[in-house]
């Protein structure tokens, strides 16, 4: 028979134990040689295969045993390529040459091939070729021009497994340098920048550089003072895709210029390339040279107000840049609302060339009160600007607005007369919120016989005069005619050029004055004057009634002028006073003094002049001789039967009673009195005026002529509570005049004050339903507050006692309070014990009549009941409930409120069963719950 066994060693068995390949078969006749061992899933590795052949000896069988020194060598994965690199191409002999790493370490490569493709997956240029030396390979080829080329290696080892690598990049083969681009200064692509006003950054773009072989692998950048230089800025390397590169923190001069260079290197295996230079950028940091700019479209005339409100205008001028000039103008036109002046809004922008000077457009809708400016930039070639602005515009699309306009040079009133026939005279006031008056346009109209005639200038429509005036005389004597009206025209032209017309309502000619038809002292209009002896005789020392009237046939009267002397025709007690238009009037503000009888002296004229329309005076005229004697006096009433006490109260409702004194009439004396009450001054709506009930004292009748001056009235009347009387007493004279007075008024009070209790020891009265006792700890003061009122005669004093029972002072005695409303602590102590404290309050009103209010019992419990006992049962049974009864808790001071009843384990403790209220008068309770 045979076995065989497989190992890592030879004549092993750690793989495959010994075993014979033949003993499923029957016959030796069967027998292959042949032994198969699977499934084994061996790793990379060389095995040993031992074969042991053995005899058929029975007893002692003799065994051969084979043992191969040669391995099996089991290889799974393919060789490893780990780079190809240093690819190098001989354009001159075609030698292509690179070097390959690669191995396998378990069976060894057995083949190695190159080839050339035009990506990494193909070897459409050269196919697989077998090389000998594949660590460093040379082979002649002829590489296609402007074609990539993929160098790669295929390799297999000695179990036929193959691997593929490549080199890194590929290869490309030109003979030819890129094509040139162009370069620009400045940051702005296929833009030229010929100046630049920075001086520590520079930019340079380039396009159109190419190479269609190889392609652009990078650009090269240099910055010099001349064209290929880098003595600003040294060579920078650039990525191949970069068309611009700007350089910061440089130090560029001002008025120098810089050059940039670049460098375009393909991306051939061997590299070519081409250089182009900038034209150069000049350097200007400075600024154009800021010019002025005008609204409007003079520029030599600034425009302040407008009132064309489409119309923009605005010219500039000075504007200049002397190192790279003016590159463009850029003009804005903004605009201020009326009701948003802090806010500007740009509402137009364009820009002009350098060679214009002024802007003009019709295309806008300005409001009126619009604020419009002018905005002008200039920019140099090397984008540095400068702004100037204009003073700004105002749209005014309102006329000039008329305040006054009248006849005359006095702006208080329009003369509709003149006495001139010479010349004229306007005033005015005229107002232009938002453009000012510029100026005046004047002229005079005569109006006769319905025909309206320019008369003022001669030579032309109107004199223009400045808008500060706010008058106009007639500068040239005019032969004005009388009876003829004439009007002024003042046109108003305001900033914008906005015209408002009026007309004075006109004036009519009249020189001659007027004439007084007569003066009357002491009598109304269409009344004669009263003469006793040739005098009229007066009784008011402070002033006087007189009547006027004149007449004034062209203009009419336009005031009277009266005035009082000791004269005829003269002032010297009162100046002339205006009295207007009115014929008849009272003269006040004068201290007439009594004639004296024997001397008759002082007397006193009254003169009167009137002035017409046209402000001519006429001749004075004075009424007849005037008497001063003194005049009738009104007393005083007082409410009840005392004059010395005016009483404001009273709780009588069926009697009243009135005194009066001081009325007097020296010289028509006193005939007789009528009184009154009612529920205002001087009326009797509840007791008509009656001469019935009048007292006249009698040392007043000696000392007057007819009855005396003061006495009493009383009647009976049934009165109201609560409502206010007044009484009036009326004094007739002798002439039939009446002297009146009312009282101040008095008020009918029946009723006592209000006076409640509101709470007592800071405990509301009442406050529980049925209490009538509040009880308190501490033994601190008493407080207390209360409520009072009496609406007719209001409260008047007040008094405090505290007792122990309703009414007493026992405790505290009686204390007056004023008309306060609390108590407060350091007045009142309580008593203790127990006791009952009381507050008494009695209040009484403006009448008398009395209240007296008493606060509920306060008493002071400062001791705790005492102890009863508690009886509870001494087992449970269940342990669910227990029944508990009580009795001899007593409190002597106050009352029990309730009970608090509780289960624990010791004494005072309820951590079985928490304390409950139980109320007053209840004796048991049963706990329910879980007890143990």
């Known amino acids: 028979m045979y076995t065989w066994a497989v190992g890592t060693k030879p004549c092993g068995d750690d793989i495959l134990p010994f075993n014979d390949p033949h003993e499923h078969l029957a016959s030796a006749d069967d027998w292959n040689n042949i032994g198969v061992a699977f499934p084994l899933n061996l790793p990379d590795d060389e095995y040993y295969v031992t074969v042991r052949a053995i005899n058929n000896i029975e007893?002692?069988?003799?065994?051969?045993?084979?043992?191969?020194?040669?391995?099996?060598?089991?290889?799974?994965?393919?060789?490893?390529?780990?780079?190809?690199?240093?690819?190098?191409?001989?354009?001159?002999?075609?030698?292509?040459?690179?070097?390959?790493?690669a191995a396998d370490p378990v069976s060894g490569i057995k083949v190695a091939e190159m080839g050339l493709g035009q990506s990494r997956k193909d070897t459409a240029i050269l196919s697989w070729t077998p090389v000998q030396n594949y660590s460093h390979i040379q082979y002649t080829f002829n590489v296609p021009n402007g074609v990539p080329v993929w160098v790669k290696m295929r390799?297999?080892?000695?179990?036929?497994?193959?691997?593929?690598?490549?080199?890194?990049?590929?290869?490309?083969?030109?003979?030819?340098?890129?094509?040139?681009?162009?370069?620009?200064?400045?940051?702005?692509?296929?833009?030229?920048?010929?100046?630049?006003?920075?001086?520590?950054?520079?930019?340079?773009?380039?396009?159109?550089?190419?190479?269609?072989?190889?392609?652009?692998?990078?650009?090269?950048?240099?910055?010099?003072?001349?064209?290929?230089?880098?003595?600003?800025?040294?060579?920078?390397?650039?990525?191949?895709?970069?068309?611009?590169?700007?350089?910061?923190?440089?130090?560029?001069?001002?008025?120098?210029?810089?050059?940039?260079?670049?460098?375009?290197?393909?991306?051939?295996?061997?590299?070519?390339?081409?250089?182009?230079?900038?034209?150069?950028?000049?350097?200007?940091?400075?600024?154009?040279?800021?010019?002025?700019?005008?609204?409007?479209?003079?520029?030599?005339?600034d425009t302040i107000y407008t009132?064309?409100?489409?119309?923009?205008?605005?010219?500039?001028?000075?504007?200049?840049?002397?190192?790279?000039?003016?590159?463009?103008?850029?003009?804005?036109?903004?605009?201020?609302?009326?009701?948003?002046?802090?806010?500007?809004?740009l509402i137009h922008t364009e820009r002009r060339s350098p060679s214009v000077n002024m802007l003009e457009l019709h295309h806008f809708h300005l409001h009126h009160g619009d604020m419009v400016r002018v905005n002008v930039t200039a920019t140099n070639n090397a984008e540095l600007s400068s702004s100037a602005t204009s003073n700004g515009f105002t749209v005014d699309l309102t006329k000039?607005?008329?305040?006054?306009?009248?006849?005359?040079?006095n702006p208080q009133h329009?003369?509709?007369?003149?006495?001139?026939?010479?010349?004229?005279?306007?005033?005015?006031?005229?107002?232009?919120?938002?453009?000012?008056?510029?100026?005046?346009?004047?002229?005079?109209?005569?109006?006769?016989?319905?025909?309206?005639?320019?008369?003022?200038?001669?030579?032309?429509?109107?004199?223009?005069?400045?808008?500060?005036?706010?008058?106009?005389?007639?500068?040239?004597?005019?032969?004005?005619?009388?009876?003829?009206?004439?009007?002024?025209r003042v046109s108003a032209v305001n900033g914008a050029g906005l015209t408002a017309v009026h007309y004075t309502d006109g004036l009519l000619v009249d020189p001659t004055p007027p004439e007084?038809?007569?003066?009357?002292?002491?009598?109304?209009?269409?009344?004669?004057?009263?003469?006793?002896?040739?005098?009229?005789?007066?009784?008011?020392?402070?002033?006087?009634?007189?009547?006027?009237?004149?007449?004034?046939?062209?203009?009419?009267?336009?005031?009277?002028?009266?005035?009082?002397?000791?004269?005829?025709?003269?002032?010297?007690?009162?100046?002339?006073?205006?009295?207007?238009?009115?014929?008849?009037?009272?003269?006040?503000?004068?201290?007439?003094?009594?004639?004296?009888v024997s001397t008759n002296s002082p007397v006193y004229y009254i003169t009167v002049k009137a002035i017409n329309n046209a402000g001519k005076e006429s001749a004075v005229r004075s009424s007849s001789a005037i008497r001063i004697v003194s005049g009738d006096i009104t007393g005083v009433v007082y409410d009840g039967p005392d004059s010395q006490v005016d009483i404001d109260y009273d709780m009588d409702v069926s009697d009243v009673t009135v005194t009066f004194n001081g009325f007097e009439s020296q010289r028509d004396g006193i005939s007789h009195y009528y009184w009154a009450v009612g529920s205002a001054p001087r009326l009797d709506d509840v007791k008509p005026y009656s001469r019935a009930d009048v007292l006249v004292n009698d040392e007043e009748m000696e000392r007057t002529l007819g009855i005396g001056g003061s006495g009493k009235g009383h009647g009976q009347l049934a009165l109201s509570d609560s409502m206010k009387y007044y009484i009036s007493v009326r004094a007739v004279t002798g002439a039939g005049?009446?002297?009146?007075?009312?009282?101040?008024?008095?008020v009918v009070d029946v009723t006592p004050p209000a006076v409640v209790i509101t709470s007592v020891g800071n405990v509301p009265m009442n406050s529980s339903a049925g209490a009538s006792v509040v009880y308190r700890e501490d033994t601190d003061w008493v407080t207390a507050t209360w409520d009072t009122s009496d609406p007719q005669s209001g409260v008047?004093?007040?008094?405090?006692?505290?007792?122990?029972?309703?009414?007493?002072?026992?405790?505290?005695?009686?204390?007056?309070?004023?008309?306060?409303?609390?108590?407060?602590?350091?007045?009142?102590?309580?008593?203790?014990?127990?006791?009952?404290?009381?507050?008494?309050?009695?209040?009484?009103?403006?009448?008398?009549?009395?209240?007296?209010?008493?606060?509920?019992?306060?008493?002071?419990?400062?001791?705790?009941?005492?102890?009863?006992?508690?009886?509870?049962?001494?087992?449970?049974?269940?342990?669910?409930?227990?029944?508990?009864?009580?009795?001899?808790?007593?409190?002597?001071?106050?009352?029990?409120?309730?009970?608090?009843?509780?289960?624990?384990?010791?004494?005072?403790?309820?951590?079985?069963?928490?304390?409950h209220q139980v109320k007053a008068g209840v004796t048991s309770h049963r706990a329910t719950g879980e007890y143990r």
């Open 737 to 746: 005049s009446v002297l009146e007075s009312s009282s101040d008024g008095f």
């Open 155 to 301: 390799f297999t080892n000695n179990v036929d497994l193959s691997s593929v690598g490549h080199a890194e990049k590929s290869i490309t083969i030109d003979s030819s340098a890129p094509v040139a681009g162009q370069v620009y200064d400045g940051d702005q692509m296929k833009r030229d920048a010929v100046f630049q006003s920075s001086s520590t950054r520079y930019c340079a773009n380039w396009h159109g550089f190419s190479d269609a072989q190889s392609g652009i692998s990078k650009f090269l950048f240099a910055l010099g003072t001349k064209a290929g230089t880098d003595d600003i800025v040294n060579v920078k390397k650039l990525s191949y895709d970069q068309t611009s590169y700007c350089v910061d923190s440089l130090q560029l001069k001002h008025k120098h210029e810089y050059f940039a260079s670049i460098t375009a290197i393909n991306a051939a295996l061997i590299q070519r390339n081409v250089t182009v230079h900038s034209d150069g950028v000049y350097i200007d940091v400075t600024p154009p040279v800021k010019g002025v700019v005008s609204d409007g479209k003079n520029p030599d005339s």
């Open 414 to 488: 329009d003369l509709q007369y003149t006495d001139s026939t010479s010349s004229l005279t306007a005033t005015w006031s005229f107002v232009d919120p938002e453009s000012m008056i510029d100026h005046y346009k004047v002229s005079a109209y005569e109006i006769d016989g319905g025909q309206l005639s320019l008369i003022y200038p001669t030579l032309s429509e109107w004199k223009t005069i400045p808008g500060s005036a706010t008058k106009w005389t007639m500068d040239e004597a005019l032969n004005l005619k009388i009876g003829a009206r004439y009007k002024i």
């Open 796 to 915: 008047g004093d007040m008094w405090l006692h505290q007792g122990t029972y309703p009414g007493d002072d026992n405790v505290n005695p009686s204390m007056w309070i004023g008309n306060t409303s609390s108590l407060q602590k350091g007045f009142m102590r309580p008593r203790t014990g127990g006791q009952p404290n009381i507050l008494t309050i009695d209040a009484t009103n403006g009448v008398g009549l009395r209240t007296t209010q008493m606060s509920q019992v306060l008493a002071v419990d400062t001791s705790a009941p005492l102890e009863g006992v508690v009886n509870c049962p001494q087992f449970v049974q269940g342990g669910d409930s227990v029944e508990c009864s009580w009795s001899g808790f007593v409190e002597k001071e106050s009352e029990i409120d309730f009970y608090k009843f509780g289960v624990g384990k010791v004494e005072g403790d309820d951590s079985v069963y928490t304390f």
């Open 59 to 101: 007893f002692g069988p003799l065994a051969l045993t084979v043992c191969h020194s040669q391995p099996y060598t089991v290889d799974a994965s393919p060789p490893v390529i780990y780079d190809i690199t240093d690819v190098m191409y001989d354009e001159d002999n075609f030698v292509i040459s690179f070097l390959a790493n």
């Open 400 to 409: 000039p607005k008329m305040l006054l306009l009248v006849d005359g040079d």
């Open 307 to 345: 009132s064309e409100a489409a119309t923009v205008a605005g010219t500039w001028k000075q504007f200049s840049d002397p190192e790279s000039g003016l590159k463009d103008y850029l003009v804005g036109v903004y605009r201020k609302t009326e009701d948003k002046v802090n806010e500007e809004t």
């Open 516 to 596: 007084i038809l007569f003066v009357h002292a002491g009598a109304l209009l269409g009344e004669s004057e009263e003469l006793i002896d040739g005098y009229v005789v007066h009784n008011n020392q402070d002033g006087i009634q007189a009547s006027w009237a004149a007449v004034d046939l062209e203009s009419d009267v336009r005031e009277y002028l009266v005035g009082i002397g000791t004269a005829e025709g003269q002032t010297d007690l009162l100046d002339f006073q205006n009295m207007g238009l009115s014929e008849d009037g009272y003269i006040n503000n004068v201290n007439l003094a009594l004639t004296d």
